[in-house]
């Protein structure tokens, strides 16, 4: 998928992901994307959760099957 702006979670745990997330979004545009790159589990629950609850639009997510990375897209559908 293609992202417009990327961040690297990779090594950070719950809620930190999220706080991120949170800190990029407000710093971009309406209807960009952002791919969030993680390794841990959790964020498979609490991305789509924040997103609900922030109504930003969570386009999908890739498991890695190898080294355990996860991405995940965000669409700002807001400011």
Known sequence: MKADQSID???L???LPIVKTAEKIKQMK???VLEIVADDKGI????PAWC????????????EDTGGEIKLYVKKTHD
């Open 9 to 11: 979670c990779i090594g």
């Open 44 to 47: 498979k629950l609490d991305m």
């Open 52 to 63: 609900d609850s922030t109504g930003h639009e969570c386009l999908g997510m890739e498991d």
């Open 13 to 15: 745990y719950c809620p």
């Open 30 to 32: 309406t209807g960009e």
